[in-house]
């Protein structure tokens, strides 16, 4: 009872603004009775009145489709003024009534060119046949049922029902499909419009069982959808009853259709894509919007001109997610095809960040294997340098070894010589000298001549000796004889000496050829050949030595083997005098030296030096001693 008082001031404050409403409206029909139009100065104003909310699928799309063409137009300047009935919140005759006076009012000073009706029930509302909105003004409008017949001052396109389309087209994506369901439900059933969407779902469904789920509310359509067979898709025409039998708004119930639905459900609209709908062939709003654009302004030019009915041009449009939700591939839809809401992949979201990222890794590992290339070359070349390094270092310390082994070996070589003068040779001419002096004094008696003729014979034998001392002599430092006799006679002769005085045979083997030499070639092999076989007598212990000369391969050649014990020659190398100053005296020939030895096999020195040689050839001539 305490709410009492308050319900009827509220009542009373309703009346009062109704009263106000109607008063407005009267003055207002008063001052300007009827709203007409004709030919006016300065823009053209055009009326556009929605049937639905702002809140409806696809109505920012329309509205901008629509000011934008008009925007486009060439020679024709309008103002837009748009309205909207909104059925849904404002429903009953009484909200319509009041609307219309409001229109009338606000808009009683204004004349209008063209009004533009957005879908059925804002031309029904225009064309009520008590109150018509604004008489005798020409209407453009935009029609998804069937038109019937229309008055001569009403110009209209018809989206038709393509509801046959979208089940051609749901059954060509989801071949699995044993049967359709048709949704449809209206306050006011339009039997014409349920029975074009049968006949077209019909022919379309090439002998599928059809389910026709109509006129039913809300809750007990969500009902029927649950328990629907997972191999049936479902199409909604309109489905305008709520819950509890209200009016509700097609998007609003389609939304809910699609969430309780285990099935795809596909829509002849484009209003309701977005809903989770998976789509269907529908007319795309803003083509729509601008097809009805031109309409508007084609009336405006000539009103009275008599315009047939257009059709619109529908266009497959899908919602990508709901493709996504029931597997359809993407591919497979037709081609021209408009898909929404594509969510975008990280490859399409970021593919300039992953570019740049890539590009700058890949610019850093090419820089880092530079830089680690550069480095492993640069540790080689150190490395070499080092090795380098280290190996001239030996070459330098034993070339000063071997300078000073040379200078040693000479000043030795010296002292061994003034030791033989002395010991040998003065010794021996001292000797002489004695006796010649004995021989004065026998010969000054005539006792003393059988001891002087003793005496000169002795002193013949002793010179002789120290002729043959002084030549063996003279031979060993310089053999002059290789000039008049040759190197093999030279060769021949010098083993002849070496064998009576040791206890080891020699044979010297000559190829035809060996003896033309040059000068300084043969003397090279001369004392390669003396150097060798002296070592072999100081060290080899050999039986047997044999000397080859053979020319070949554009030179001539010298083997020097024997039996000896032989040793490791990479434990001697560097250290021995004599095979050093062999080395050396064959590179300077421009020739190469192989030596081949192993303990307990004896030993062979292999020399090579090409024809046409001459003493200190450029150091970059290499030979190498043949096997």
């Not at 696809?58 to 925007?71: E, H, M, N, W, Y």
């Not at 059988?450 to 002793?462: D, G, K, P, S």
Request: aromatic share 6%; with cysteine; hydrophobic share 45%.
């Amino acid at each position: 009872m305490a709410d009492f008082p308050r319900s009827r001031s509220l009542r009373w404050r309703r009346l009062i603004r109704v009263f106000r409403l109607g008063l407005v409206a009267a003055l207002s029909l008063w001052a300007c009775p009827t709203v007409s139009a004709g030919p006016q100065e300065g823009p053209h104003a055009i009326l556009l009145i929605h049937s639905f909310g702002y809140d409806s699928p696809g109505r920012f799309v329309f509205d901008t489709g629509f000011s934008q063409a008009l925007r486009e137009a060439t020679g024709q300047e309008t103002e837009l003024y748009v309205e909207t009935l909104d059925g849904g919140r404002f429903r009953g005759l009484a909200q319509m009534r009041l609307t219309r006076e409001f229109l009338r009012a606000r808009y009683a000073n204004k004349k209008i060119a063209v009004v533009v009706a957005v879908y059925d029930r804002a031309l029904a509302f225009l064309l009520d046949n008590d109150e018509p909105l604004f008489p005798g003004v020409p209407v453009a409008a935009v029609l998804t049922g069937d038109p019937v017949s229309l008055p001569d001052h009403v110009s209209a396109i018809w989206s038709g029902v393509t509801y046959g389309e979208s089940v051609a087209l749901a059954l060509a994506l989801l071949p699995g499909t044993r049967q359709i369901a048709i949704i449809d439900a209206a306050p006011k059933p339009n039997s014409g419009i349920y029975e074009e969407a049968l006949k077209q779902v019909t022919g379309a469904a090439k002998g599928r069982p059809i389910i026709p789920l109509r006129d039913l509310p809300l809750d007990t359509l969500l009902s029927r959808v649950r328990s629907l067979p997972v191999d049936t898709i479902a199409i909604i025409v309109r489905q305008l009853i709520g819950r509890h039998g209200e009016v509700t708004t097609n998007a609003d119930a389609t939304a809910e259709i699609v969430q309780a639905a285990p099935i795809p459900v596909f829509v002849g609209t484009d209003q309701l894509i977005g809903t989770g709908a998976v789509g269907g062939i529908v007319i795309n709003m803003d083509s729509e919007a601008r097809q009805l654009a031109a309409l508007a302004l084609s009336v405006v030019r000539n009103p009275s001109a008599h315009r047939p009915l257009a059709m619109g041009a529908p266009v497959p449009v899908f919602d990508w997610r709901a493709l996504k939700h029931w597997g359809i591939d993407e591919t497979h839809v037709p081609a021209g095809s408009t898909v929404r809401f594509r969510q975008a992949g990280v490859w399409e979201q970021y593919q300039n960040y992953i570019i740049s990222a890539v590009s700058i890794v890949l610019f850093q590992a090419a820089l880092i294997s530079g830089l680690v290339v550069q480095r492993i070359r640069r540790r080689r070349i150190e490395s070499a340098l080092r090795e380098s390094e280290a190996r001239y270092r030996m070459i330098a310390e034993q070339n000063q070894d071997l300078a000073g082994r040379l200078i040693n070996a000479q000043e030795l070589e010296r002292a061994r010589i003034a030791r033989d003068l002395h010991d040998d040779l003065s010794q021996q001419l001292a000797g002489l000298a004695i006796m010649l002096s004995n021989v004065k004094r026998a010969v000054a008696t005539s006792d003393g001549q059988r001891e002087a003729r003793e005496t000169l014979i002795t002193l013949q034998e002793r010179t002789s000796a120290l002729a043959q001392a002084i030549r063996n002599l003279s031979h060993e430092l310089h053999p002059s004889v290789l000039g008049h006799k040759g190197l093999v006679a030279t060769l021949r002769g010098h083993c002849a000496d070496l064998e009576r005085f040791h206890p080891f045979t020699i044979t010297v083997t000559a190829a035809e050829g060996a003896d033309t030499l040059a000068p300084d070639v043969a003397l090279c092999l001369f004392r390669v050949a003396q150097e060798t076989i002296g070592n072999t007598v100081r060290h080899a212990h050999a039986g047997k030595v044999a000397v080859e000369l053979a020319p070949g391969n554009g030179g001539i050649e010298l083997r020097v083997s024997d039996d000896g014990i032989g040793f490791t020659p990479s434990e001697h190398a560097g250290t021995g005098l004599g095979l050093r100053s062999i080395d050396e005296r064959v590179r300077l020939m421009g020739g190469a030296v192989r030596v081949a030895s192993s303990p307990g096999h004896g030993t062979q020195v292999a020399v090579y030096i090409p024809f046409g040689a001459t003493p200190y050839v450029a150091a970059n001539n290499k030979w190498t001693a043949p096997n």
